[in-house]
Nanobody, 124 residues
Framework: QVQLVESGGGSVQAGGSLRLSCAASRYTNCMGWFRQAPGKEREGVAAIAAIRDIDVYTKYADSAKGRFTISKDNAKNTLYLQMNSLKPEDSAMYYC?????????????????WGQGTQVTVSS
């Protein structure tokens, strides 16, 4: 079992930045960030496989490439998502997820554990 708690969401203007955090109750190799806007399906944003900070693999959705960076601090069991150059279409509830048999992956159905989410709102 893994408990996940997201933080760092908020309201920013377009072009701004936010850093999301996800604290996990224990070490887990495979984690990811997802988002869901009202009326839309949950979609993958970024995922990471980080084994003892030596072998790190990441995967990004096309919408996140070049603007978002996923990272993980294994010592703190904490996942991060640095979001730059934010756009209004990035507005959504952002969730972190953990434990997938395939890693890294941004496929929603692969993950076993989910946090409660943190809201990101980007105004134009």
């Amino acid at each position: 079992q893994v408990q996940l708690v997201e933080s760092g969401g908020g309201s920013v203007q377009a072009g701004g930045s936010l850093r999301l955090s996800c604290a996990a109750s224990r070490y887990t190799n495979c984690m990811g960030w997802f988002r869901q806007a009202p009326g839309k399906e949950r979609e993958g944003v970024a995922a990471i496989a980080a084994i003892r900070d030596i072998d790190v693999y990441t995967k990004y959705a096309d919408s996140a490439k070049g603007r978002f960076t996923i990272s993980k601090d294994n010592a703190k069991n904490t996942l991060y998502l640095q979001m730059n150059s934010l756009k209004p279409e990035d507005s959504a509830m952002y969730y972190c997820a953990a434990d997938s048999p395939v890693c890294p992956t941004i496929a929603t159905m692969r993950y076993k554990y989910w946090g409660q989410g943190t809201q990101v709102t980007v105004s134009s």
